[in-house]
Structure formats: structure tokens, C-alpha cells
């Protein structure tokens, strides 16, 4: 079948490595990464304009590859043709293979950073970091917060500004075969070193994006098929999302 697969550049290798290989007729389109740094309309506007731009006299089906990312796709609607959406909390779903080794993974070993192949090239933690602050007016000195707010104003902005820091201790870096020659786990162990986290290399599992390219069929279990005139509601359950008919 003629697949049209909107992904998120973060899996833009792996997605790639696996559309030259699919069984279907795969047009890809990447979205930048930065979308979900700030506003989850924003990046709900960007997906659904790329849903919209797909012609339905070409292709049978969108695959999405994005995860529920912070609700950034709840509201998506199918208008033209079907959307397959994987069942994942976030991209990382993707790297570790499914949902439930992901739950499993997050409650086994909390407080963990990740770092992947896109996760290392598309644009570092401290570049978006930047903009997000910038964005929100948050990117001035100690200096300028005392000056306009006072000192100890400046010093609880600068303490809160930092503080996300603290709920991790140790980085994750998950290994995709198709890019280990980059040795982009070098550079995260490096980055562990340097924060004083612990370091764990672990090996990934691409099977969950090679079901969602090479299908149908397309499990249940595993994602949720859009129709026509339904949109995605986030559940607060296993199951992550499901189908709405639009009111």
C-alpha cells in the first residue's frame, strides 16, 4: 500500500532504515523536534496542517510516528484518510520497543535523562533549553532578575529555573544498531561524567516502528486506527489513546 509516515526528526535515521526496507510505498514526512518544547497546540497545529496536505487519491494511510508526548496530539483528527498512532507515551517508546517495557523501564529506574541517535544530533539538551527559556523571558542573569524583581525574588527564579536538574541521577543511552558507528554513546557517557549521573548503555528495540511501516495489519494492542471524522483523546490508562468521534 502507499504509506505517508509523519514522524518526529528525533526518529529520523530509524524511520528511514525502515521505510528503504518496508514492504509499502512509503512518502516520509519529517517534523522538527523542537514542537513539544513549548506549547502542545502548536505542535497539534503543525501535525494536523501535514494530515491535511495528504491526498487521499494517493496515499491509504497516514502512519504517525509520535507518541501521546505531553498531549501533543490529542485533538488530531483523521479527515481525508486513516492514521495508525502507536500506543506510546513518547518517542522513547519507539528506542525501547513497546509500551509496557517502557512502564516497566520507568518505574524500574526513575529519575532517568535518555539520549539517542536523534536525541544526540538534532539540536543538544542546552540548545533547547535556551529557547525554551527565551521563549518564556526566563534566559536573563541573576543581575538582571535583582535589578527588576529583587534579590530575593532573583534568587527563588534562578533556583526554580534549575531545578528540574534535580529529579534525575543517571543517564540512559539507548543503542540502535544502525548508528552505533557515530559512537554517539561516547559523547553520553561523557555527559553523564561531567553531571555526576550514573551511566547505563542499553541496547534498543526498533520492532515497534517496523510494525507500524510495514503494516497492515496493525495490532490492537499496540495502535490505534483513526477513521475518518475521529480524533485522538488521551486516556489516562494502559492503553495511552483512543478514538472520539467528533462532535
Known amino acids: 500500500m502507499r504509506l505517508k509516515v ?34 502542545t497546540s502548536r505542535m497539534l497545529e503543525r501535525i494536523q496542517a501535514e494530515v491535511d496536505r495528504t491526498d487521499p487519491e494517493i496515499v491509504e494511510a497516514i502512519a504517525l510516528a509520535y507518541g501521546l508526548c505531553n498531549n501533543g496530539i490529542v485533538g488530531l483528527e483523521a479527515r481525508k484518510v486513516y492514521i495508525v498512532v502507536p500506543r506510546a507515551h513518547d518517542c522513547i517508546t519507539f528506542f525501547i520497543g513497546s509500551k509496557e517495557r517502557y512502564k516497566e523501564y520507568f518505574f524500574a529506574h526513575p529519575g532517568t535523562y535518555f539520549r539517542t541517535t536523534g536525541w544526540s544530533e538534532r539540536k543538544s539538551a542546552a540548545e533547547i533549553e535556551e529557547k525554551i527559556m527565551s521563549q518564556l523571558g526566563l534566559n536573563r542573569t541573576f543581575e538582571e532578575y535583582k535589578q527588576k524583581y529583587g534579590e530575593g525574588a532573583a534568587r527563588y527564579i534562578m533556583e526554580i529555573m534549575g531545578s528540574w536538574k534535580k529529579n534525575y541521577s543517571r543517564l540512559c543511552y539507548i543503542a540502535m544498531d544502525i548508528a552505533e558507528h557515530l559512537r554517539y554513546d561516547e559523547k553520553a557517557r561523557g555527559e553523564a561524567q561531567e553531571k555526576g549521573w550514573q551511566f547505563e548503555h542499553r541496547q534498543g528495540d526498533i520492532g515497534l516502528l517496523q510494525r507500524l511501516l510495514n503494516g497492515p495489519p496493525w495490532e490492537g494492542q499496540d495502535f490505534l486506527i483513526l477513521k475518518p471524522g475521529e480524533t485522538v483523546i488521551a486516556t489516562n490508562k494502559d492503553d495511552i489513546i483512543a478514538a472520539r468521534a467528533k462532535m
Do not use: Q, T, W
Open 6 to 39: 509523519i514522524a518526529c526528526e528525533i526518529v529520523f535515521r530509524e524511520v528511514s532504515y525502515l521505510a528503504a526496507r518496508s514492504r509499502n510505498i512509503v512518502d516520509l514526512a519529517f517534523m522538527p523536534k523542537g514542537l513539544h518544547d513549548i506549547e
